[in-house]
């Protein structure tokens, strides 16, 4: 896939630096506990997938940058990886 834009699902941020093609994007949540319940479904996947974005966090905040996996082209896996990620945002109290 040539346009790394195309890939990226709504809401995501594509790059295209001297590094590999990624992708990234903020998600914010009401308290710490929502946010660690995010963060913990977020390893589940990772473990699951077999695939580990980087990430930072806050209190209330989790940014996430998935990298292409073959370090040229962000694929259909990065895109699948980042739809799984927004669906693991959808927490209820």
């Known amino acids: 896939m040539a346009d790394t834009h195309s890939v990226a699902p709504a809401g995501w941020e594509s790059t295209k630096g001297s590094a590999a093609p990624s992708m ?12 660690r ?13 077999g695939y580990h974005p980087n990430i930072s ?7 996430i940058t998935i990298d292409a996996r073959d370090g040229e082209t962000l694929g259909e896996a990065d895109r699948a990886f980042a739809e799984a990620v927004d669906r ?5 109290d």
Do not use: M, Q
């Open 88 to 92: 693991l945002a959808i927490i209820e």
């Open 57 to 63: 966090f806050g209190t209330t905040y989790v940014s």
């Open 24 to 35: 990234s994007k903020k998600f914010t949540f009401e308290r710490y506990g929502v946010t």
């Open 37 to 49: 319940e995010f963060l913990d479904r977020l390893a589940d996947l990772s473990e699951e997938d």
